[in-house]
């Protein structure tokens, strides 16, 4: 079950302002959280640093089972999304995967 989310630093696609993969994740980042928060009501930790260029999102241990199934949409669908860009731009984008408890 995904509980959550951290992506950090930058892709290296292109300039800042002009990095289309670093703008896409970006995206799909933001839109996840926006989701969790305000559509789900789900109770989640989250951090956001533009200077350091992270965002992470973690549903906290207050989220009923309900909101759990839920997430699973968007957290999937959030990581399908993710996983399109790391095969069409290896390079600039890993996916890793952290087992918490």
Do not use: W
């Amino acid at each position: 079950m995904l509980t959550g989310y951290r992506a950090e630093g930058h892709t290296g696609y292109a300039q800042s302002g002009s990095d289309i993969v670093c703008a896409g994740v970006s995206a799909l980042t933001q839109s996840t959280l926006n989701g969790l928060k305000n559509v789900l009501k789900a109770p989640v930790m989250f951090d956001v640093d533009d200077r350091e260029a992270l965002l992470e999102a973690r549903l906290t241990p207050e989220a009923t089972e309900e909101q759990l199934r839920q997430a699973q949409l968007l957290l999937v669908t959030l990581l399908e999304a993710l996983q399109a860009i790391e095969r069409n731009y290896p390079r600039n984008v890993r996916i890793f995967f952290e087992e918490r408890r």
